[in-house]
């Protein structure tokens, strides 16, 4: 289990400090402004940054103590900006990193829908296939195919993941994660600056204004038409589908 405790960044750029956790077999939606501070809080989550307050710690221990090999076996960051670098065959790159086996790599190819591209060069990909070998990349890292009951929780951090996506796409990738989430006891966390794919595929919702976490709850009492509007300074419809998950548009 991923924990902070009043862990935070006092010095730029500042996060307030929060205590909570990321849970086994949830998917987690970090929403909030351009500028909140969410790229800020994955930082910390993934251990990347050091929190100058309280601390992260995974099963009981700072994320910076961990030996770095078997920490990259338990949580995965998959960043807003791609880092194709070279011109990998896509399949290479997928393991690269990772113990992964011919097979994982399959895996991860198939869930990711990128088969056809397996031999292919990363940088002649178009952005969405770019993003979803990223992803590919982040799965293989977890070894999830080893996964069985016994297996310690790890933990997927992902950054504007469907930021490159079609629909279709979107919807297969957030029905990925939550299944991905639920099989293994793998806690994702998201940052999304859809609304709607958070208020209806994410099991909680954390709302980041100016550095600090103002809300965190289920979708339906997260994503408030009313807060929402003055958070993102817009004009909002705000109103309830068919299951009482909200549904987020902007006014004409
Ligand atoms: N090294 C830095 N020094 C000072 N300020 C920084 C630094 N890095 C980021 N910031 C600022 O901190 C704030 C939070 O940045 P962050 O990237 O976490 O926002 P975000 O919520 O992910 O935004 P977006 O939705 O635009 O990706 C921004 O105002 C950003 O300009």
Redesign the pocket.
């Given at each position: 289990m991923l924990t902070l405790a009043d862990a935070g960044f006092a010095k730029?750029?500042a996060l307030t400090p929060f205590s909570d956790c990321l849970i086994p077999g949830e998917l987690l939606a970090i929403v909030?402004?351009?500028?909140?501070?969410?790229?800020?809080?994955l930082s910390l989550l993934s251990g990347y940054r050091r929190p100058d307050e309280g601390s992260v710690c995974l099963d009981g221990t700072p994320l910076h103590r961990w030996d770095s090999a078997a920490l990259a076996r338990r949580r995965a960051l998959v960043a807003?900006t791609l880092t194709l670098g070279f011109d990998w065959p896509v399949r290479e790159l997928v393991a690269l990193g990772s113990e992964a086996s011919p097979a994982d790599v399959d895996e991860a190819l198939d869930l990711l829908d990128l088969q056809a591209f397996a031999e292919r060069g990363a940088l002649g990909l178009s952005g969405g296939e770019a993003q979803r070998v990223m992803i590919a990349r982040a799965l293989c890292q977890l070894g999830l195919g080893h996964s069985t009951e016994d297996s310690p929780g790890r933990v997927l951090l992902l950054d504007?993941p469907t930021s490159a996506l079609d629909i279709g796409q979107q919807q297969r990738l957030m029905r990925l994660l939550r299944r991905l989430a639920q099989e293994h006891r793998l806690a994702i966390a998201c940052?999304l600056?859809d609304l709607n794919l958070a208020a209806r595929y994410a099991h909680r919702v954390w709302l980041?204004e100016r550095?600090r976490r103002i809300a965190a709850g289920a979708p339906h009492e997260v994503l408030d038409g009313r807060t929402l509007a003055r958070v993102f300074e817009a004009e909002l419809v705000a109103c309830r589908q068919a299951d009482g998950s909200p549904l987020v548009l902007l006014a004409p």
């Open positions: 730029a750029p909030g402004p351009n500028g909140a501070g969410k790229s800020t809080l807003q504007e940052v600056h980041l550095g």
